[in-house]
């Protein structure tokens, strides 16, 4: 699938709830349904700088494309990082720098969010950017 498609696919699924605790209850079954990063990668390199909550963001390269895996200490933060992480995985640096990502405004995630997590989202999203352009920049090596 495209980034746009599984924006869309994301879209659709929160366009079903119209309620906001609803919403939020779905992210945090979300992050819930990650995979719990070993001790080993919850390191001071990997933190995500600018967040409230710890966010760890570990990426690696298979094939040209890359793999997220990612976790967080606070329950909606986990839910966040895991949409990004569905969006963005098993994509092309290439792919992760051109990307629009407009399902966050579409599904009303950055105004439902206080200023600290939305400052924590697009530090999340600039992250994830600066491991595409780090793999990009090694790959045109």
Known sequence: MTINEIQDEIIEEFSLLDDWMDRYQLLIDMGEGEQALPAADKTESNLIDGCQSRVWLVCDEH??????RAESDALIVKGIVSLLI????????????????????????????????????????????????????????
């Open 63 to 68: 094939d040209g494309r890359l793999q997220f």
């Open 86 to 141: 569905r969006v963005m995985t098993d994509h092309t640096p290439d792919e992760i720098l051109a990307a629009d990502l407009y399902f966050i405004d579409r599904i009303g995630l950055r105004e439902h969010l206080s200023p600290t997590r939305s400052n924590g989202l697009l530090a999340m999203v600039k992250q994830m950017r600066m491991y595409a352009l780090a793999y990009k920049t090694k790959a045109a090596q």
